[in-house]
């Protein structure tokens, strides 16, 4: 994948998963390391809080609708929860207020985990909202599965 190739192939989706599955098992790692230290309300509170907010409007929403179609505004809701970026403002505001805890490692756990375990990356605007496959993606993956220039170089 580049700037100019946004699409990707089933083993270049799987190396990706395989690095948010390493950092999926620092965290977690840190996590169990100090496990009597962990405030269980706050850990329970920011695990849950990502999919309460981000997730679930939108499945609830996707499963009543008859045609599976739903408003943008799941899908911001979604991006914008499991992103990175808006996770780790979150981390850093709560040790401006309150400290470090160990309690904190259950946002990028959750967001590794999604990535890792269960292949969920940002959902663009043009994908069902549950995992459905696309047919443009399918027949995206088919083309790139007898590409003329990786035939003829590896000869």
């Known amino acids: 994948m580049d700037g100019q190739n946004l699409c990707q192939t089933p083993t ?3 190396l990706l998963r ?5 950092g999926l098992l620092v965290a977690a790692g840190f ?6 230290e962990v405030r269980w309300w706050v850990a329970a509170l920011l695990f849950l809080y990502v999919d309460v ?8 929403a996707y499963h009543r609708s008859p045609d599976r179609r739903i408003s943008r505004v799941y899908y911001v809701l979604y ?3 499991h992103s990175l970026a808006v996770q780790g403002a979150v981390l850093g505001a709560w040790v401006l207020v309150s400290g470090w805890e160990w309690a ?3 946002l990028p756990i959750h967001l590794f985990g999604d990535r890792a375990l269960f292949g969920n990356f940002v959902k663009p605007f043009t994908v069902s909202f549950e995992p459905r496959p696309h047919p443009a993606v399918q027949s995206a993956l088919r083309d790139f ?3 003329p220039w ?3 170089a590896a000869r």
């Open 104 to 106: 904190l490692l259950v």
């Open 18 to 22: 395989l690095e948010y599955l390493f």
């Open 31 to 36: 996590f169990l390391a100090h496990l009597h």
């Open 53 to 60: 907010i981000g997730y679930l409007p939108g499945a609830l």
């Open 79 to 81: 991006n914008t929860m």
């Open 12 to 14: 270049t989706y799987r």
């Open 145 to 147: 599965a007898t590409v």
């Open 150 to 152: 990786y035939r003829a």
